[in-house]
């Protein structure tokens, strides 16, 4: 299935909920177009992104410049996020506590590693940073607040994928079954691999599966006040952090950072040996079971 085939059947499935807001949805699709370091969007570009029809694009651009969500500049004929846009950005970052009470934690694998340690959440298809920790050691890593990586690829995106209970997780991977058509394949086994790692060792490791000098692991956090859940990751230049090292030093320290943050959180406590070797056991089974990820 093409991406475009994946966007209609969930468009019809939208249409169907009568509590579900169209308009405001392709106006926050708008919104959403903009990246980090985008600077002007035109009207072509941001259709282009957002799949939606330039005529319709024109009308939500017109609307959300009148609400003061986007600046028009008239001599490139684009528009740049209005402070209002920002606004919310900065409220929601406030909001969350783990990005406040993680920065410590962040700060001390940064330096004991030299690798760069973010935290973030799900954004659709995509991992949206919002607490980064980096010195000059990790300028390999240019990823910052407001940064989106791919769930799929990333060792971030597939702990969050295996933190998920099994309805949620197996809803997830079929949308990014749609979303990526003929290449999901090699990006399904790599997820399969990373239910095995996480049930073994508690992390997730991507060594060039989304870009090829960057390596890195992950690890979920899962919280008991419903929030979440959320993911931390430790990447490096792959030449830094090799196979060995992230299995052995990275991954393990990342996974104590977690769990510490957990109970500082007042989130899940950790598990007892026994119940480590349990799952351990059943690792190498869980990928497979998860409906949908064929």
Known sequence: MTKRQGMKRSGK????????????SR??????????????????EIAARTKLPKPTISRLTYTLTK????????????YQLAPSAMALGYAALA???????????????????GGAVAVGGRDRHSMIYFGQSRNGLTLGVQLDVGSRIPIATTAMGRAYIWALPAEERA?????????????WGKMRDGIERSGEMV???GFTM?????QNDVAAVGVALKLNDGTGPYAF??????????????????????????????????????????????????????ARLAEGIR
Request: hydrophobic fraction near 35%; glycine fraction near 10%.
């Open 13 to 24: 499935k939208a249409a169907t909920d009568r509590n579900f807001v169209v308009a405001l």
């Open 206 to 210: 991507s060594t060039g599966d989304w």
């Open 233 to 286: 990751n430790c990447g490096a230049p792959a030449f830094r952090f090799t196979e060995d090292r992230l299995l052995n030093d990275i991954g393990p320290r990342l996974v104590a950072m977690v769990r510490n943050i957990e109970q500082a959180l007042g989130g899940m406590a950790p598990q007892s040996k026994k119940q480590e070797i349990k799952k351990s056991r059943v690792g190498g089974k869980i």
């Open 199 to 201: 049930a073994k060792h």
């Open 67 to 78: 609400l003061g969500y986007l600046t028009p500049v008239p001599r490139f004929e684009k």
């Open 171 to 183: 809803a997830l991977v079929r949308e990014l079954r749609d979303h990526y058509g003929s290449r």
């Open 95 to 113: 909001n969350l506590g783990v990005r406040h009470l993680s920065e410590p934690y962040r700060e001390e694998v940064m330096r004991a590693t």
């Open 27 to 44: 106006g926050l699709d708008v919104l959403r177009a903009f990246q980090p370091n985008d600077g002007l969007l035109g009207n072509q």
